[in-house]
């Protein structure tokens, strides 16, 4: 099945710096693929839709100066956290859909999280 | 707006019961609905979805169009069975993009 990798698997990081999470289908080439935030226990919120080789589109209430994203090729997205801050500490998820299927047929693969802790 | 609604954040049984995972969904056209599921320390992975109407590790959902809903069902819980659970939905515009609910913590006990 599908592959979705992310690296690194957890981060700390200082506050005041900028954290770079990366995305890949492994065996598969994604022109979408989305970011989400998990807090503990909680559930995942959509951050932003990755689209390669255009702009990454943003949920409502979401800082696109202070998560860019960048989808450079077909099999990695990039969310850069810039000048992080506690606050923007939490569990980051990427996701990407094969190509091939439409509609009905489209289905989401994880990657499995990033944990970021900012000091 | 599309939303996804889970009011149980935990669910506890004991081995062999039935499980019923509550979701109901609000979107004013015809939504794709999804349960996921979280196995520890593992990555969230599809379980089944309403299109296709299968049975996967005994789970079934039924979706209910005058009720809303797309409730997670299992007649005899088994202990691997304990996870994080999450209803989604995807509207028909085809962007893809999923909205997940709260999550059910399903705790099956021996």
């Known amino acids: 099945g599908a592959v979705v990798s992310q690296h690194p698997s957890w981060v700390i990081c200082k506050s005041g710096t900028s954290v770079k999470i990366e995305c890949r289908s492994l065996?598969?080439?994604?022109?979408?693929m989305f970011w989400y935030r998990q807090f503990p226990k909680q559930s995942l919120m959509l951050m932003a839709t990755s689209n390669e080789g255009s702009k990454a589109t943003y949920e409502q209430g979401v800082e696109k100066d202070k998560f860019l994203i960048n989808h450079a090729s077909l099999t990695l997205s990039t969310l850069t956290v810039t000048s992080a801050h506690p606050e923007d500490s939490s569990f980051y998820i990427c996701s990407a859909i094969p190509p091939g299927l439409a509609g009905v047929l489209k289905t989401q693969y994880f990657g499995p999280g990033t944990r970021l802790l900012v000091l | 707006a599309q939303r996804v609604t889970q009011p149980e954040k935990l669910l506890s049984v004991f081995k062999g019961a039935p499980v019923e995972l509550k979701c109901n969904y609000s979107y004013s056209g015809s939504p794709e609905l999804f349960w996921y599921v979280q196995y520890s320390r593992q990555r969230l992975q599809l379980l089944l979805r309403h299109i296709s109407r299968e049975s996967i590790k005994g789970f079934t959902a039924d979706l209910n169009k005058g009720e809303t809903s797309f409730h997670l069902k299992k007649p005899f819980a088994q202990e691997e069975d304990s996870a994080m659970y999450y209803c989604a939905s995807r509207g028909a515009s085809n962007t893809g993009k999923l909205i997940f609910g709260q999550g059910t913590t399903l705790q099956v006990k021996p």
């Open positions: 065996d598969f080439q994604a022109t979408t």
